[in-house]
């Protein structure tokens, strides 16, 4: 299921339209975070980069999956019916709040203004 997740959050790389299901989120953000400290790891033991620094394993990874990450947002905060600008209250720290409520709430259950319900992770297995 996590590799569906991953192949669905990089096929729709630029598309910041449509919705995304919960847990095509978070395992995605799952994939992120594990990704992260391997890359982290890789940089830090094996590259000799300083742990407080962004090594270049790391800086490549960041690089290739910030645009993917803020489309997975997007269509997350559209299947919530929000509009994907919410996403700017992230950067005062007690807009994260609402943001990490609104991703942790079910979809929408019926069409919305930015599409269908998304299928499930489990429909496509």
Known sequence: MISFAIDKAFKNYFNFSGRSNRSEFWYFFLFIFLANVLTNFIDTWILGYHSEEI???????????????????????????????????????????????WWCTNSEQNKNRYGNIPKMLSDFS
Request: glycine share 12%.
């Open 55 to 101: 090594g270049l394993i790391s800086g490549i990874f960041y690089l290739g999956t910030l645009i993917p990450q803020l489309s997975i947002i997007t269509r997350r905060l559209h299947d919530t019916g929000k509009s994907g600008w919410w996403f700017l209250l992230s950067f005062t720290i007690i807009g994260l709040i609402p943001l990490l409520i």
